[in-house]
């Protein structure tokens, strides 16, 4: 059975969240809240998982319909950027519960399972996000200041990726 509702997710704080459905598609940067860490007054920003879990519930009539998301598979990157890393995976933790708790259910995807097809061979993250706009702002040209502003369509792709895959 195919799903109803398909959720892309590309993982992290600058990261963003699709919803396409019978109603046609919802797209949005990902919700964060800045949290105090420790006593030297260093902020970092982390996925708002209430807001994130809302943004489904007002969209999906859970319980209804199947419901499908993907998550693009957190950062790893080297010893040098553990931060980058450990933040990503936090993220995507994040977003695991949250569906966990919603019911849904979630598939952790590589990058390239969605560029591929969408994109081409393009290479480079300059090139991706450029192409990623492009892509997005031309499928969904409802969207297409949204994207230009926040500077992909990560999530957008992913889910219309999927949606499209599944049908």
Same mark, same amino acid.
């Given at each position: 059975?195919?799903?109803? /509702?398909?959720?892309?997710? &590309?993982?992290? =704080? #600058?990261? =963003? ?6 109603? *046609?598609?919802?797209? &949005?940067?990902?919700?964060? %809240?800045? /949290?105090?860490?420790? %006593? ?21 009539? !859970?319980?209804? /319909? ?17 931060? #980058? ?21 979630? #598939? =952790?995807?590589?990058? %390239?399972?969605?560029?591929?097809? !969408? !994109?081409?061979?393009? %290479? *480079? ?14 499928? /969904? ?9 926040? *500077? &992909?369509? &990560? *999530? ?12």
């Amino acid at each position: 059975m195919s799903a109803a /509702y398909t959720i892309g997710i &590309d993982n992290g =704080t #600058t990261g =963003t969240l699709a919803i396409i459905g019978p109603e *046609g598609p919802f797209f &949005d940067e990902n919700p964060v %809240k800045e /949290y105090l860490l420790g %006593k030297s007054g260093k902020f970092v920003r982390r996925i708002d998982h209430h807001e994130l879990a809302a943004m489904i519930v007002a969209r999906v009539p !859970l319980n209804r /319909y199947q419901v499908a998301a993907y998550v693009e598979r957190p950062f790893t990157g080297s010893a040098m950027m553990i931060n #980058t890393t450990v933040l990503s995976a936090r993220s995507h933790e994040a977003v695991l519960i949250v569906c966990e708790q919603l019911g849904i259910g979630i #598939t =952790t995807v590589d990058s %390239k399972t969605w560029q591929l097809p !969408l !994109l081409g061979a393009v %290479k *480079g993250s300059p090139q991706l996000k450029k192409a990623s706009a492009l892509r997005g702002a031309a499928l /969904y040209p409802m969207y297409a200041a949204q994207i230009k502003q926040h *500077g &992909d369509a &990560d *999530g957008l792709l992913i889910a219309h990726h999927f949606a499209n895959l599944n049908a």
